[in-house]
């Protein structure tokens, strides 16, 4: 389309130019046809003949027609080659501005990958190593695949005190015959109520305050006052301002 008025554009020059030629001709032929003006002499009138025209410059002439063959052979050979120059710039810019080819989707799509982690069971380390501590998972499911995987989580909470020590004598066990303490969720539980919960708990507190060996010691200052905390409330002292002594009736602090 784009050659197709380009053409029509230089066929319409053409035709402006050989009209603008004829025009020109045609004045000039009429320019020399014409009788120059005299002034008129009242005395006498003379009588010019008209200037001879060669015949070569008037339309219709061979060599007129020749001049105008080469002049039109001499347009369409611009304009051929100006069409050419087109044609290539186009192809040039056609072939830079090709998308570049699709690629088809793939028809094995990828799968994202699995956030899920699997969970790795405490290391174990000999008695001389120090206290293995397991952290506790993130979200509790009360799901668990059997009861050892539920005795690890339970113990993964043992991280201090007489915990961790209880802790650290487990995982011993484990490494040194290879195999777990338990067997069983109900025979940790047996073990751990014997452990942790003794039956007459007020009573064994309440010898442990009255009894003469109740001291400080080398422990600290804090830890004493956690375990003596801790004592008057499992003796149930803590309920309300009470007067103790080891001798009740010769009290050494009177209210």
């Given at each position: 389309?784009?050659?197709?008025?380009?053409?029509?554009?230089?066929?319409?020059?053409?035709?402006?130019?050989?009209?603008?030629?004829?025009?020109?001709?045609?004045?000039?032929?009429?320019?020399?046809?014409a009788?120059?003006?005299?002034?008129?002499?009242?005395?006498s009138?003379?009588?010019?003949s008209?200037?001879?025209?060669?015949?070569a410059?008037?339309?219709?002439s061979?060599?007129?027609?020749?001049?105008f063959?080469?002049?039109?052979?001499?347009?369409?050979?611009?304009?051929?080659?100006?069409?050419?120059?087109?044609?290539?710039?186009?192809?040039?810019?056609?072939?830079?501005?090709?998308?570049?080819?699709?690629?088809?989707p793939?028809?094995?799509?990828?799968?994202?990958?699995?956030?899920?982690?699997?969970?790795?069971?405490?290391?174990?380390?000999?008695?001389?190593?120090?206290?293995?501590?397991?952290?506790?998972?993130?979200?509790?499911?009360?799901?668990?695949?059997?009861?050892i995987?539920?005795?690890?989580?339970?113990?993964?909470?043992?991280?201090?005190?007489?915990?961790?020590?209880?802790?650290?004598?487990?995982?011993?066990?484990?490494?040194?015959?290879?195999?777990?303490?338990?067997?069983?969720?109900?025979?940790?539980?047996?073990?751990?109520?014997?452990?942790?919960?003794?039956?007459?708990?007020?009573?064994?507190?309440s010898?442990?305050?009255e009894?003469?060996?109740?001291?400080?010691?080398?422990?600290?200052?804090?830890?004493y006052?956690?375990?003596?905390?801790?004592?008057?409330?499992?003796?149930?002292?803590?309920?309300?301002?009470?007067?103790?002594?080891?001798?009740?009736?010769?009290?050494?602090?009177?209210?």
């Open positions: 389309m784009r050659n197709a008025s380009i053409l029509e554009f230089f066929s319409l020059d053409l035709l402006l130019q050989l009209l603008n030629t004829s025009e020109s001709d045609s004045d000039s032929t009429h320019t020399a046809l009788p120059p003006t005299v002034p008129q002499d009242s005395s009138t003379p009588q010019f008209p200037p001879s025209v060669p015949s410059s008037l339309p219709g061979p060599m007129m027609s020749e001049a063959d080469t002049h039109l052979a001499h347009l369409e050979q611009a304009s051929q080659s100006q069409s050419e120059q087109l044609a290539k710039i186009l192809a040039a810019l056609q072939g830079r501005n090709c998308p570049p080819p699709t690629q088809p793939s028809q094995h799509p990828t799968r994202p990958p699995s956030s899920a982690s699997s969970s790795t069971p405490p290391s174990h380390h000999s008695s001389g190593a120090s206290h293995a501590k397991a952290s506790p998972p993130g979200i509790f499911d009360v799901r668990f695949q059997d009861d995987a539920k005795i690890v989580w339970a113990l993964s909470y043992f991280q201090k005190g007489r915990a961790a020590t209880y802790c650290q004598s487990l995982i011993d066990h484990d490494h040194l015959y290879g195999s777990s303490r338990f067997d069983t969720w109900e025979e940790f539980k047996k073990e751990f109520i014997r452990e942790f919960m003794p039956e007459d708990e007020l009573t064994q507190a010898l442990t305050l009894g003469a060996s109740y001291f400080q010691g080398t422990t600290s200052v804090d830890k006052v956690d375990n003596f905390h801790a004592l008057i409330t499992m003796a149930g002292l803590n309920v309300e301002p009470v007067l103790y002594s080891t001798n009740p009736t010769n009290p050494a602090i009177k209210a």
